[in-house]
C-alpha cells in the first residue's frame, strides 16, 4: 500500500517548543460534550417555569457530581496513558527513560538482568553480519577470519533458545528455557575474540554500512564498538547501555510515576502484529495515547512480511487507532522518533519518495519530516481530534527529559478541559 499525502495540512499550528507541534483540524473546544440530539415533538405539555428550574438543578448537580468524581479518580488512580505503535519503534525506551527520569531505583534493579541482554544484543549482530556477508557474497579482509565466520554462524540454535531467556526478562510468567546465566556469560565470553575479530574486518565493515535488508538492530554498532568493555567481568550496564539493549515486549505491563505531581498509570505493549489482540482489554477511560512511530522505518519492510513497508504499516495502524470509537474523546501524542537514524539514513542519499512515490519533496530532514507528519495528521477522520506531535530521539535523555514534561503538560490540561476545570 502505497499512502497519499495527508489532507487539510494548511491549519497545522507550529508551537514555540522547536522539537515539537500541536494540531488541531479546527480550534478548541474539541473535548466538550457534544449538544443534545433533536428530540421529536410529542403531545405532551411543556415544562413550567418552576419545573424547568428544578430540572436545570438536578442536572447541575450531576454535573458537579461527575466533575468531582473524575478529578477524584484522576487523583486516586492516576492518569491513564497507554504507548502504542508496532514492534521497534521505541516504546520501551521510552518508558525507561520515565523510569530514569521518574523512577530510578525500579532500573537499578533489573540493572544486572540486562547485562546478558547486551551480551545477546552483541551476538544477535555480529551473527546478522555474518549472514548479510555470506549473502551478498563479500569477500573477508583477512581470510583466517573464515573459522570466526563459521562459529558465529552456528550458534543459530544456541541464540534461539538464548532469545527465550530474554522473552523470559520481560515476562517473568513465561518459564526460562536457559538454566543459568553463568553458562549465558560463558558462551559470550567464548565468542568475544571472533566478535572483535569479524568487527574489525573490512569485509564485515562493508556489509554494515550496505545495511538496509539486514534486519540488523539499531544498537548494533553501539554494542559492538563497545565489545571489551561489555566483556569485563564486572561489566555493570550503564544507563546508555540499558536505553540502548532490545528486548522484544511480549505482555502487557502497567508502569506507576509521579511526575511533577501527577500521578500516571503507564503501560507499555508488546507491538508486534501477533501481540495486538492483547491490546484491546486496555482501552477503557484512557486520558491520552503516546503512539509511536520508527521515522528511520521508511525504507524497511515489515519483520513478518517483507511486501509491507514498515512506516506505511505504522500510518495504518495509526489510522485504526486515532479512529478508534473507545478513543473519541482521548489525547492523542504522536512521536515521530529514531530522528537520529532518519537524518542519516537521508544524508547517505537514501532517498524517502523510493520508498513513498507521492513525495514530491527535496531528500532534506525538514522536507521529509514536514510531509510524514502530514501523512500521519491526514489518518484522522475526525477533523477536531486533536494530535500534539514530537520529533523524538528517544535514547537521548537530555531531549526525552524537555519532551516528558511537555507531554505532562498537555495532559494536565486537558484533563482540567475535560472536568470542566478549564
Ligand atoms: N538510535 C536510536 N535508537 C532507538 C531510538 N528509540 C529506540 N531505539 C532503539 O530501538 C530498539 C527498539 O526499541 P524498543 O523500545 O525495544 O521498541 P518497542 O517499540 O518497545 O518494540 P516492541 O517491544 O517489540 O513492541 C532499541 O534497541 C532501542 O535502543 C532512537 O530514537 N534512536
Ligand atoms: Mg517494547
Wanted: hydrophobic content about 40%.
Amino acid at each position: 500500500m502505497e499512502p497519499t499525502a495527508g489532507q487539510g495540512s494548511s491549519s497545522t499550528d507550529i508551537s514555540n517548543n522547536a522539537s515539537s507541534s500541536s494540531h488541531a483540524h479546527s480550534s478548541a473546544g474539541s473535548h466538550s460534550i457534544s449538544a443534545a440530539q433533536p428530540v421529536a415533538v410529542s403531545s405532551v405539555a411543556p415544562l413550567t417555569k418552576a419545573e424547568m428550574k428544578r430540572a436545570k438543578a438536578v442536572s447541575d448537580a450531576i454535573d458537579r457530581a461527575l466533575r468531582a468524581d473524575r478529578e477524584r479518580l484522576m487523583k486516586e488512580r492516576g492518569a491513564k496513558l497507554l504507548i502504542l505503535g508496532p514492534s521497534e519503534t521505541g516504546k520501551t525506551t521510552v518508558l525507561k527513560q520515565l523510569k530514569l527520569l521518574y523512577g530510578r531505583k525500579g532500573l537499578d534493579a533489573e540493572r544486572q538482568t540486562y547485562r546478558r541482554v547486551v551480551h545477546l544484543n552483541a551476538m544477535k549482530a555480529i551473527q546478522a553480519l555474518s549472514y548479510g556477508l555470506q549473502r551478498s557474497n563479500i569477500p573477508l579482509e583477512h581470510p583466517e577470519n573464515i573459522a570466526h565466520l563459521e562459529t558465529v554462524m552456528r550458534l543459530e540454535t544456541t541464540l534461539k533458545r538464548y532469545s527465550i531467556t530474554s522473552l523470559g526478562f520481560t515476562n517473568p510468567a513465561i518459564p526460562r528455557k536457559i538454566t543459568d546465566a553463568k553458562a549465558e556469560t560463558d558462551m559470550f565470553l567464548e565468542m568475544v575474540p571472533a566478535i572483535k575479530a569479524l568487527w574489525n574486518d573490512e569485509g564485515i565493515k562493508q556489509t554494515f554500512r550496505t545495511g538496509g535488508s539486514l534486519n540488523l538492530q539499531d544498537s548494533a554498532k553501539y554494542f559492538l564498538d563497545s565489545i571489551d568493555r561489555i566483556a569485563e567481568p564486572n561489566y555493570i550496564p550503564t544507563d546508555d547501555d540499558i536505553l540502548q539493549a532490545r528486548v522484544r515486549t511480549l505482555a502487557v505491563s502497567e508502569h506507576l510515576f509521579n511526575i511533577d505531581g501527577v500521578n500516571y498509570r503507564i503501560f507499555d505493549v508488546g507491538g508486534q502484529k501477533s501481540l495486538r489482540k492483547y491490546w484491546a482489554p486496555y482501552f477503557d477511560d484512557v486520558n491520552a495515547i503516546i503512539f509511536m512511530c520508527a521515522l528511520s522505518a521508511y525504507d524497511q519492510p515489515c519483520e513478518d512480511d517483507e511486501r509491507q513497508n514498515r512506516l506505511a504499516e505504522c500510518l495504518s495502524l495509526f489510522n485504526s487507532i486515532a479512529n478508534h470509537k473507545l478513543f473519541e474523546m482521548t489525547s492523542f501524542i504522536l512521536f515521530l522518533n529514531k530522528i537520529d537514524i532518519f537524518q542519516r539514513k537521508l544524508e547517505s542519499g537514501s532517498l524517502l519518495r523510493d520508498h513513498f512515490p507521492a513525495y514530491k519533496g527535496e531528500n532534506d530532514y525538514a522536507s521529509a519530516t514536514d510531509f510524514i507528519h502530514e501523512e500521519f495528521l491526514g489518518q484522522c477522520k475526525d477533523t477536531s481530534k486533536q494530535v500534539y506531535v514530537h520529533f523524538t530521539h528517544a535514547t537521548d535523555t537530555k531531549q526525552m527529559r524537555v519532551i516528558v514534561l511537555a507531554v505532562n503538560a498537555i495532559v494536565q490540561r486537558l484533563n482540567l478541559r475535560s472536568s470542566g476545570l478549564l
